[in-house]
């Protein structure tokens, strides 16, 4: 199982806030392999953490979380602070948030990972070589 | 002699010596792809061919010394023979001198000329050591009998200490030194401008190995969810477009009450060591009643 183009188009897509493409290619998109789009969102937030906190402090997590939920209404009911917080902190401490529910999890990586890519302001090119990390470290997981 | 015509007509010409003397000056190609570098193929020919020397140098080297521990012992007989031919008995070295010299000057017109030069001058070593013995015969059996001397004595040490380490192979068994071609993989670094700048090779390695272990432990904590984090990323995409938006303008503010506010009073619960002394002061306020009105009642039934 491996992560495919269209899926790295359709999460393009979902990180230029670009909901009518996104919603266009995620329906063409073959049911059968979730588990390699869940794999590809999982490592793109991965590794955008790791460029954004690349210096370790909780503090940033935690004002990164802050203005996240300050851009709207809609986006401070739908991000949980702690949640957020524990979740950015998994990806460079012991952190565990196996208490967290998958769904809860899935909310929140897609919301916080664009949250890191608006505030990056990563140009066209940028973006396409930052998925393409992605899509390597998602299949080095797959196997 | 032979001439280079090329070179010599590129010397007749000043230009064409100019542009051969440039080329010169130009320093070996030091990389792969460069016009002169050897390809793979050449270097790993060079490398065992360099093996080849190496090994021809130690078999070479191995048969003449050979060579020179038989052509010892020789050297010297013939020596001492000589010496007992010409018969010398007085001024030892001087005789030996003459003897060997003599050799020399027989041999040198010999069929095997080099191998007798060497066997005239190592005799001629052994004798000038000897220096002031008087017969070759004495010496001889002088030395068996330091011989003997030594083999007893490593025969009583050995005795003494049959499991002393062997420091005569103290450093172990030391390999020949080969040349080895680069490997396909390895890359050529870029240059640094001192030494403080060169990458320690070390460092990187445990940064890579400690991100590969980072990534592999945030998916041990997330594997069983993959295929929900995929259907929930539909559900928030509406969401999304919030974040690309411009942020709101101001500043964040935190509003403070300057109305006055109602505290309730603190009201501290009952304290078990309180009670007990409670307890106790009355027990003790109730004996000194009781004592009180019973010396009152004594004194009123004496009256």
Request: charged letters at 35%.
């Amino acid at each position: 199982m491996k992560v495919t183009a269209d899926q790295v188009t359709s999460l393009k897509a979902y990180l230029r806030g670009d909901t009518a493409s996104f919603e266009r290619i995620n329906a063409q998109l073959d049911p059968t392999n979730k588990r390699a789009r869940g794999a590809l969102i999982a490592a793109a937030f991965y590794s955008a953490a790791e460029r954004a906190f690349a210096d370790g402090k909780r503090s940033d997590v935690i004002e990164f979380v802050g203005r996240a939920r300050a851009r709207s209404e809609r986006l401070a009911e739908a991000i949980d602070p702690r949640v957020a917080e524990r979740l950015l902190l998994a990806t460079f401490t012991d952190e565990d948030i196996d208490d967290i529910s998958g769904e809860t999890q899935g909310d929140h990586f897609g919301l916080l990972l664009a949250g890191m890519i608006a505030e990056a302001q990563l140009s066209d090119a940028e973006l396409d070589a930052f998925l393409d990390d992605a899509s390597k470290l998602a299949d080095s997981w797959l196997g | 002699m032979a001439i280079d015509r090329d070179t010599s007509a590129a010397d007749a010409s000043g230009e064409s010596g100019s542009e051969q003397r440039d080329q010169t000056r130009n320093p070996p190609p030091d990389r792969p792809g460069v016009e002169g570098f050897p390809s793979r193929a050449e270097s790993r020919a060079g490398a065992a061919a360099a093996n080849k020397d190496v090994d021809q140098e130690s078999d070479q080297m191995a048969s003449d010394s050979a060579k020179d521990k038989s052509a010892l012992p020789t050297a010297g007989k013939s020596g001492v023979e000589q010496n007992k031919q010409g018969g010398c008995k007085a001024s030892g070295a001087e005789a030996d001198k003459e003897q060997s010299t003599g050799t020399a000057k027989e041999t040198i017109g010999g069929k095997n000329g080099a191998s007798e030069q060497q066997r005239s001058a190592s005799s001629e070593r052994s004798a000038n050591e000897r220096g002031s013995s008087e017969n070759a015969q004495d010496l001889n059996s002088e030395s068996k009998k330091s011989a003997s001397f030594i083999l007893e004595y490593k025969a009583i040490k050995d005795k003494i200490d049959p499991f002393r380490p062997n420091f005569d192979e103290a450093e172990g068994s030391k390999g020949k030194y080969r040349w080895t071609a680069r490997e396909g993989q390895s890359e050529w670094t870029d240059g640094v401008g001192s030494l403080r700048d060169l990458p320690d090779g070390e460092e990187l390695g445990e940064r890579d190995e400690d991100r590969r272990t980072k990534s592999d432990r945030f998916l041990g904590k997330i594997q069983d969810n993959l295929d929900d984090i995929n259907d929930q990323l539909e559900k928030t995409a509406g969401d999304v477009s919030d974040l690309f938006k411009p942020p709101p303008t101001g500043q964040a503010e935190t509003r403070a009450d300057n109305s006055p506010v109602a505290v309730d009073v603190h009201q501290s619960g009952v304290d078990p060591g309180n009670a007990a002394t409670a307890v106790l002061v009355a027990g003790i306020v109730a004996a000194e009643a009781f004592r009180r009105g019973r010396d009152k009642i004594r004194e009123r039934s004496a009256e």
